[in-house]
């Protein structure tokens, strides 16, 4: 009788240990570890060196049917009515919280190139992610002469 007395406590015991200690843990508020790694997430993809420059993108309703979450893109701007060649082979990354907005990956020393100009751009996909990133000179593309000829 004896034995059986200590094993019906030993449960009730061990019955009482478990249901207090899921009891605290249910309790605590949960951490949000996932909005820790968020913050991070964009931080990782830059790399050393880099910048991570946000742009406004003209036909981005035209990207978001082809273009993933990042890719090799030809960045224009508009001038006098025309698109001009300002960017070659640009990494452009998709923003992670909201998928219409995009940043161009460039190195520090090629910051300028992008953020002198403060009109939104229009975007090419680029197929040649091997030949890095390369600037249009302005100042080479304004000393161009070009010679045309009228067919009148």
Known sequence: MNLKLHY?????????L???VSIHYLQKEPSPPHEVEENNEVFTM?????TLIPIEIKNSESLDSIFGNFGYVNLYIEKRGKQVLIGRNVK????P???????????DNQTNYITTYDSAFFVSI????NSGTVFVNEK????????????D
């Open 46 to 50: 830059i790399p050393k060196n880099h």
């Open 140 to 151: 080479v593309q304004l000393n161009q002469i070009q010679v045309g000829i009228d067919n």
């Open 18 to 20: 478990f249901a207090s």
């Open 126 to 129: 680029s197929s040649e992610k």
């Open 8 to 16: 019906k406590n030993a449960i009730v015991v061990g019955t009482l």
């Open 92 to 95: 452009l990354i998709r923003a």
């Open 97 to 107: 919280r909201n998928p219409n907005q995009f940043a161009a990956l460039v190195k």
